[in-house]
Every structure is written in structure tokens, then in C-alpha cells.
């Protein structure tokens, strides 16, 4: 499971309601930022999350109105001595920008307390059980980045199983649930697959930054549980969104519903706009929409199958529910 807290849901500027672009994901102890808007810090302070546990801040592009937040941030965890280097990680022309930046406000790496990673689409880091990855998004000719997060497809052991064949508790267990065959005092020998429940799949996270266009993402994010994106404009102003290189609502949810993903979380709002007026737009073309506020908070699990694929997997058909796991290497420069 994955969590989320909305900390800022602009877009370009922020209002006295909606921060600048910041969303916190976590994942048990693990803290990520997805980019850091000016004022970050500050409604860190306000969610009372605080900073323990940030280590990675995932930055989508190099406009400041995603990455202003960063001096402050880093300034702030530097004067309470806050042990440990944040990573922050873009795309090549996002890190140098973020160079530029950081080295003429809070010094080096070493003087500011972080680190700098340009990555290119494909893995980001890998943990036991989920992964991150980066994917290549088209915005005003920048090199882009979105993020995926997912964990892993796993097993459970049935306990039923285990103590109908005698498996004790303990170093036994712990081998078939990592996955070893184990020979039991009797010389019995058990496989984990003689003891294992049926495949139970990882939540999937989708969280694309600004984006001009949604025919390339369809594939990477298919079938996520959640989907954060923006939704800048609205489709009266369609000639606005394009030129601005921005999204609909209604092209947000037309990529929600092509991908069959779980649920739409809209960010990146203009105040020119109602959060109801996005809503109904996205909601006429994907009812399971939602448009974030600051402070939002949304639990991203895994999604159960649509019900006519569950009554496939019973009569044993062969079944579309499968993750992708396979990522297109690409250029980020989208
Ligand atoms: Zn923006």
C-alpha cells in the first residue's frame, strides 16, 4: 500500500488555498516527495509530517514551480541538523538545473545536506518488494519525468496447508516464504509451491507531473490503481491547454479511462476554475475521479479484477488481469 498526502495542488501559481505543486508518497517508513513547489516545507509543517524519514525528492521537470521549494527545505533540515543527505532525482536537464540552483542558495552537497541523481526512464530504485521507476512525459519541450510505484506480485503462505503437512513455526516457514523448498525432520521434502495461496498482486502507482499529451502514457501507466495528474484546464479552453502545453480534464480522463486504471486523482488546478467544473468534466468520462485539495490524504491499494474477469479466473479461462512489468527505455526528452 501506498499513501499520499496532497501538499500542494496548483498550478503555476499558488492561491490562498492551493499550494505549489508538492505530493508526499510513502510507503511504510520511506518518504518520497514528488516535486517541491515554493512553500513546501511549510505545509510539511502544516500536515504535521515533519521531515524524518524524506529521502528521495522525485522531481518531474525543471519549471519552478515545481522545484522553488527546494532551497527552503534543504536551508531549514541543514539549521536543525537533520543527519542524512536528501536525493534529489530528475532527469539530467532537471538535475542540472537543480545544480545551478541549490549551489548558489544552499552551497554544495555537502554544505546543503543532499545529493544530486539524474536518472534516465526505466528503474529508480528497487526495495524489497516495490520499485520505482521513471517514464518519459511530453511537456513544453523539457525532459520530463513521471513516476511509477509498485510493489510485486506475492504469495502468502496458507496456514491451513502448513499445518495439515506439519510445517513448524519458525526458520521453516520463513524459508518457504522466501520462497526455498525445505526437507522436514521426517524427510519430507515441502516446495513453496505446495503451501502457497493464489498470486495476490502489488498496488500500482501512477504520478505524471505536467504533461501536453496522453497517447504515449497509456501503456506505462495501464491498469494503475491510482493515477495523479493534472488537469490545468478545461476543455472550452482546449486551444489554451495545447498551447500552454497543458491537459483537460477531460484528456485526463480520457487517459484514466484508456488505461482502465483504478481511480483519478486531478492536481495541478488553475484558479481560473471551480474544482466542480473539473470534476464534471472528468466525471462524464471516468466516474471514479476525484480532484485533490491540499492536505488531501488517499491510501493506493490494489484494485480487485473487474467482476466478469474474476468469474474467468473461477472457471479457469485464461485471464487479462496481469501487471506490466516490462518498461520501455526511452529518451527523456519527450
Ligand atoms: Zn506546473
Given at each position: 500500500m501506498f499513501e499520499l498526502v496532497f501538499l500542494g495542488t496548483a498550478a503555476a501559481v499558488p492561491s490562498a488555498e492551493r499550494g505549489s505543486p508538492a505530493l508526499l508518497v510513502a510507503r511504510g517508513p520511506a518518504r518520497f516527495l514528488v516535486d517541491c513547489g515554493e512553500g513546501t516545507q511549510r505545509q510539511l509543517m502544516r500536515g504535521e509530517?515533519?521531515?524524518?524519514?524524506?529521502g528521495h525528492v522525485l522531481l518531474t521537470h525543471l519549471h519552478l514551480d515545481h522545484v522553488a521549494g527546494l532551497a527552503g527545505l534543504l536551508a531549514t533540515r541543514q539549521l536543525y541538523q537533520l543527519g542524512g543527505a536528501i536525493e534529489i532525482v530528475g532527469s539530467h536537464e532537471t538535475v542540472a538545473f537543480a545544480h545551478r540552483y541549490l549551489s548558489a542558495t544552499v552551497g554544495t552537497e555537502r554544505e546543503g545536506g543532499y545529493r544530486l541523481r539524474a536518472v534516465l526512464p526505466g528503474l529508480v530504485l528497487s526495495r524489497p518488494g516495490w520499485r520505482v521507476t521513471a517514464l518519459p512525459v511530453a511537456h513544453r519541450g523539457t525532459q520530463s519525468l513521471g513516476y511509477l510505484f509498485e510493489e510485486e506480485t506475492r504469495r502468502a503462505l496458507l496456514p491451513d496447508r502448513l499445518d495439515a503437512l506439519g510445517v513448524p513455526e519458525g526458520p521453516e516457514r520463513a524459508a518457504l516464504a522466501s520462497g526455498h523448498p525445505i526437507v522436514l525432520a521426517d524427510g519430507r521434502s515441502i516446495t513453496p509451491e505446495m503451501v502457497q495461496g493464489p498470486n495476490v498482486p502489488g498496488a500500482k502507482l501512477a504520478i505524471i507531473g505536467?504533461?501536453?499529451?496522453?497517447a504515449s502514457l497509456v501503456e506505462p501507466v495501464r491498469r494503475a490503481d491510482a493515477l495523479v495528474i493534472e488537469a490545468t484546464f478545461l476543455e472550452r479552453d482546449s486551444a489554451l491547454a495545447k498551447s500552454r502545453g497543458h491537459l483537460t480534464a477531460a484528456a485526463a480522463a480520457r487517459l484514466a479511462r484508456e488505461a482502465e486504471v483504478g481511480e483519478l486523482l486531478l492536481t495541478?488546478?488553475?484558479?481560473?476554475?471551480?474544482s466542480e467544473e473539473i470534476l464534471a468534466e472528468a466525471a462524464r468520462l471516468f466516474p471514479k475521479a476525484r480532484v485533490a485539495a491540499d492536505f488531501d490524504r488517499v491510501s493506493v491499494t490494489p484494485t480487485p479484477p473487474p467482476k466478469q474477469e474474476r468469474e474467468g479466473r473461477r472457471r479457469g479461462e485464461v485471464i487479462?488481469?496481469?501487471?506490466?512489468?516490462g518498461f520501455r527505455r526511452g529518451r527523456p526528452d519527450g
Amino acid at each position: 500500500m501506498f499513501e499520499l498526502v496532497f501538499l500542494g495542488t496548483a498550478a503555476a501559481v499558488p492561491s490562498a488555498e492551493r499550494g505549489s505543486p508538492a505530493l508526499l508518497v510513502a510507503r511504510g517508513p520511506a518518504r518520497f516527495l514528488v516535486d517541491c513547489g515554493e512553500g513546501t516545507q511549510r505545509q510539511l509543517m502544516r500536515g504535521e509530517l515533519g521531515f524524518r524519514g524524506l529521502g528521495h525528492v522525485l522531481l518531474t521537470h525543471l519549471h519552478l514551480d515545481h522545484v522553488a521549494g527546494l532551497a527552503g527545505l534543504l536551508a531549514t533540515r541543514q539549521l536543525y541538523q537533520l543527519g542524512g543527505a536528501i536525493e534529489i532525482v530528475g532527469s539530467h536537464e532537471t538535475v542540472a538545473f537543480a545544480h545551478r540552483y541549490l549551489s548558489a542558495t544552499v552551497g554544495t552537497e555537502r554544505e546543503g545536506g543532499y545529493r544530486l541523481r539524474a536518472v534516465l526512464p526505466g528503474l529508480v530504485l528497487s526495495r524489497p518488494g516495490w520499485r520505482v521507476t521513471a517514464l518519459p512525459v511530453a511537456h513544453r519541450g523539457t525532459q520530463s519525468l513521471g513516476y511509477l510505484f509498485e510493489e510485486e506480485t506475492r504469495r502468502a503462505l496458507l496456514p491451513d496447508r502448513l499445518d495439515a503437512l506439519g510445517v513448524p513455526e519458525g526458520p521453516e516457514r520463513a524459508a518457504l516464504a522466501s520462497g526455498h523448498p525445505i526437507v522436514l525432520a521426517d524427510g519430507r521434502s515441502i516446495t513453496p509451491e505446495m503451501v502457497q495461496g493464489p498470486n495476490v498482486p502489488g498496488a500500482k502507482l501512477a504520478i505524471i507531473g505536467d504533461v501536453e499529451e496522453i497517447a504515449s502514457l497509456v501503456e506505462p501507466v495501464r491498469r494503475a490503481d491510482a493515477l495523479v495528474i493534472e488537469a490545468t484546464f478545461l476543455e472550452r479552453d482546449s486551444a489554451l491547454a495545447k498551447s500552454r502545453g497543458h491537459l483537460t480534464a477531460a484528456a485526463a480522463a480520457r487517459l484514466a479511462r484508456e488505461a482502465e486504471v483504478g481511480e483519478l486523482l486531478l492536481t495541478h488546478i488553475s484558479g481560473r476554475y471551480q474544482s466542480e467544473e473539473i470534476l464534471a468534466e472528468a466525471a462524464r468520462l471516468f466516474p471514479k475521479a476525484r480532484v485533490a485539495a491540499d492536505f488531501d490524504r488517499v491510501s493506493v491499494t490494489p484494485t480487485p479484477p473487474p467482476k466478469q474477469e474474476r468469474e474467468g479466473r473461477r472457471r479457469g479461462e485464461v485471464i487479462r488481469y496481469r501487471r506490466r512489468r516490462g518498461f520501455r527505455r526511452g529518451r527523456p526528452d519527450g
